[in-house]
């Protein structure tokens, strides 16, 4: 079953995120996943999450595939270059629906 995940963060520093990036967009195609939103802060969510500038949207088509990813030796090295580039991040798995009747219920 496909599931997502949800990827909120401030940038710290740009040319360590643009190098994890760069080696996470071939990792997320060898691995069947593909990034379906990116977007730019527009305004201040109503919530009591704190509003993060870059929000990334990525559909997993298995928890499997996504562990996969996580746990690729080939990324490894690149980590750090996520971790030194992003500030605030929150992460978020979410089970793919058809609708809200399994929520609802």
Do not use: C
């Not at 710290?12 to 939103?37: I, P």
């Not at 929000?55 to 996969?68: C, G, P, R, T």
């Not at 030194?84 to 609708?99: N, P, S, Y």
Request: charged share 30%.
């Amino acid at each position: 079953m496909a599931i997502y995940a949800l990827n909120l963060f401030d940038l710290k520093d740009k040319q360590s995120y643009a190098t994890y990036s760069k080696e996470a967009d071939k990792a997320l195609a060898r691995h069947g996943a593909k990034v379906v939103a990116i977007g730019n802060l527009e305004s201040a969510p109503v919530g009591e999450i704190r509003p993060r500038q870059v929000l990334l949207l990525v559909e997993w088509k298995s928890k499997k595939a996504n562990s996969a990813f996580l746990n690729d030796p080939e990324m490894a090295e690149f980590h750090p270059y996520r971790d030194k580039g992003l500030d605030q991040f929150v992460w978020h798995l979410f089970e793919k629906l058809d609708d809200l009747r399994p929520v609802l219920k």
